[in-house]
């Protein structure tokens, strides 16, 4: 039997989790079971990131692999189906699936290369929108969690988190957004959307595998309106935007792009994109904290005052 050893990061960083040290701990000889069932060698050392681990194989005629190791959780179940639905267009290729596990086998790309690393800011951002532009074009399967069912549980959260907040201002600035995503809470969309589509989440192709330069990864599939998958690219790379000198223009700038690209209504948009900062907001407090982070008090109140 194959045995990998897990880095100890990725070990510890499951230790929290509901299920966590059981998964972990069972987690070896999934991987020697799948190395065995599809035939796969492996080829190079496991890489993670916060909730998956991915092992580089190759299959029996040579291609390279990657197999995909992560707990079965409400936001994981609806990878496969993402995938399969956009069949390699934009997003990497799945080539085999387990669904009792969740073992996912994709085609590889270059994990040292993603769009985080392109050092023109606005080169970056323009790949990433033609990329949602894409894949938010495809009707959601049937299914998925709808973003219906996720702004309902936002609302009904709210009251509960908001006296955890220590500045009413905050608190404030959160009801304010949760009345703008009411608005639009009863047109919630049926795109297929990807969820979690910032630059990092974006990987180069291999050289010479005759695919597109870049492609979406990592997806948490959701059905609902494409204004709900813009949030990953306006506060991810935030350095960027600090450098700018101006926050707010820069935030503006990037939505704007961002919306024509991909061929957004900007108030419905931004409402939707409001969303984000009450769900982001609300993951925070549940994780403890009693203030808002800034890069989510900016971006409301940039595109607060432009709601009409």
């Known amino acids: 039997m194959t045995h990998i050893s897990l880095p100890e990061q990725f070990a510890a960083s499951c230790e929290d989790r509901d299920d966590g040290p059981e998964w972990i701990a069972a987690l070896p000889a999934l991987i020697a079971e799948f190395l065995e069932r599809w035939d796969l060698r492996p080829d190079g050392a496991p890489a993670h990131g916060m909730a998956a681990l991915v092992l580089p194989v190759l299959r029996p005629d040579g291609t390279p692999a990657a ?20 069949a390699g267009d934009g997003a990497v290729r799945l080539l085999d699936h387990d669904a009792p596990s969740g073992t996912l086998l994709l085609e590889r790309l270059d994990i040292r290369r993603s769009l985080a690393s ?14 949602l532009a894409r894949l938010v074009a495809r009707p959601a399967p049937a299914g998925l969690r709808t973003l219906a069912d ?26 304010t957004c949760a009345a703008a995503v009411r608005e639009v809470r009863d047109e919630p969309g049926d795109r297929l959307l990807h969820w979690d589509l910032h630059y990092e989440n974006v990987l180069a192709s291999l050289p010479g595998s005759g695919r597109e330069p870049w492609l979406a990864i990592d997806p948490e599939p959701l059905a609902g309106d494409p204004g709900f998958d813009l949030m990953p690219a306006l506060d991810n790379r935030w350095d960027d935007i600090v450098a700018t000198g101006d ?36 993951w925070d407090v549940e994780d403890g904290e009693d203030e808002l982070q800034d890069t989510q008090v900016a971006i409301a109140e940039t595109l607060l005052p432009q709601l009409t």
């Open 67 to 86: 197999l995909k190791f992560r707990q079965v959780t409400e936001e994981s179940v609806g990878e496969p189906v993402g995938l399969r639905e956009w």
């Open 118 to 131: 392109v050092p023109d800011a606005e080169a970056a951002l323009l790949k990433l929108a033609g990329l």
């Open 150 to 175: 996720v702004t309902d549980a936002m609302l009904t959260e709210l009251p509960r988190a908001l006296p955890a907040l220590a500045d009413p201002d905050e608190r404030r600035l959160l009801e």
């Open 247 to 282: 926050i707010a223009r820069a935030v503006r700038r990037r939505f704007d792009l961002l919306t024509e690209v991909v061929g957004l209504d900007r108030q419905r948009a931004m409402r939707w994109t409001l969303a984000r900062v009450l769900q982001n907001s609300l």
